[in-house]
């Protein structure tokens, strides 16, 4: 490792050693938080940390961007471990890089750029909701029902029970201090902020806790090494299962979609070189793959840690293996730190987390600008909170699918009547299925007591269902002379430019 921090090999090595530390106190709490929020022993959440510092970030894609254990994918992993069992985990996990890595050498990166905006807006607002409805029980000291229903409908009356508990005060206590703390941080003197506000939050509630006594439940400690269950042989028969298939693929699309996007952002926040998209999506698979063999949480690229990351300074990407170097060194040297930490304060973090991943001011901006796109947001939202994470998002893809389909097949009818002799009518633009009930009114309500000629020759598309539909209308009107011509217009089944006569 020692040629890796060479200062002739990283002349910024200064301001990346700085860095690593800013960004190791935001990961430490969100690591753990991340990883206790999915039901897995929380040293798992570091020892992902960890290999998205070192492995990951000694690969080459996105220099200053920061991986680890991302608050999007908790529900995903919370439904899978609950599903399938902590034994799975490292198959879905390892499954899931192997198929970054292909994905990234088949230079399949950069089409995840296409992925609508909206759907992965309205992927993250659901994610968020699901969160911080299961986080609230968390917060009170409460047991969360399964369901994404279930958690937002049992919590008015989860925190009317909290009322009459002093342990269950206590833990909200901590939880809304903890939120408090996030939220008004920002607003601190400068000095004062030099210390992450997530670290900041934990480290004054622990401290609470402990000063205080209070009866609250705290972060349950395993050791580095009995925490690490690397899935055995056994485990990997589970993929013949369907349902785990297709948590595979769920994983892959999301946490895929999420670091690409993550990089985009990136990107825009420095001057340095440019993210290089399938090898940071071959970056991620492999930092994936390794979290599997340990059977650890899956990774994704985190916009907060790589921000901060940016904005201490970072000039490589030293900065972001150095912070997976301190995180080895605290699960190793310190792990008794973690059992003092509050599970409410966790909690609180993990709300707020949710709660920024519901992007109020862009669905507002999308209504009154794009209501389409708006609306597929919120269906996809809505849809992974009702149903479930991959079932949403699906719903969410195939909305934004058939809204373009929609808006692409746009036809207009032209028709040129002189009054004497045959009527002209003129069909241009993408005359699709979509599009046949408009087509076939129109074309109904042209004059039936004289000849009528439709020309295609300005259609750019002409799909089967159209051209079928056309021919039959053609045939009903055994009376008129009716010339349908085409000119150079492809069809969806390949075949010649109509031309059919009825007299």
Known sequence: MTKYLNPARFPHLKQDFAASLVVFLVALPLCVGVAVASGVPAELGLVTGIVGGIVTGLMRG????????AAGLTVLVYEAVREFGLPALGVIVLATGALQILMGALKLGRWFRAISVSVVEGMLAGIGLVLIAGQLYSVIGAKAPESG???IAGLPGAFVDAVGSTTALASLSLGAGTVAVLVLWKRLPRRVRTVPGPLAAVGLATLAAVLLDLPVATVEVKGLLDSIQPPSLGAFGDLTHVGLLGTIVAFTLIASAESLFSAAAVDRLHDGPRTAYDKELMAQGAGNAVCGVL??????????????????????????????????????????????????????????????????????????????????LVVTAVSIVAVSMFEGVLIGLALAVAKTAWEASHVRLEVVDKGAGPVQAFLSGNATFLRL???????????????????????????????????????????????????GAPTSAGTDPVKATAA
């Open 437 to 487: 009930p408009k087509i076939l009114d129109s074309l109904e309500a042209l004059p039936q007591d004289r000849p009528v000629e439709l020309d295609l020759s300005g259609l750019h598309h002409l799909d089967h269902a159209c051209r079928t539909a056309l021919e039959s209308w053609a045939e009903r009107l055994p009376h008129f002379s009716i010339s349908l011509e085409a000119g």
């Open 149 to 151: 229903p279930g958690k």
């Open 295 to 376: 059977g650890a949480l899956p990774m994704t690229a985190v916009i907060v840690r790589s921000a901060a990351n940016v904005q201490a300074g970072a000039r490589t990407k030293a900065s972001r293996v150095l912070h997976g170097l301190w995180l080895l060194l605290f699960a190793a040297l310190l792990p008794d730190v973690l059992a003092y930490i509050p599970i409410p304060a966790l909690a609180g973090i993990l709300v707020h987390a949710g709660a920024k991943l519901i992007p109020v001011r862009q669905i507002a901006g999308l209504w009154r600008e794009h209501r389409g796109e708006a609306l597929i």
């Open 62 to 69: 996105s220099s200053l961007q920061v991986s680890g254990p």
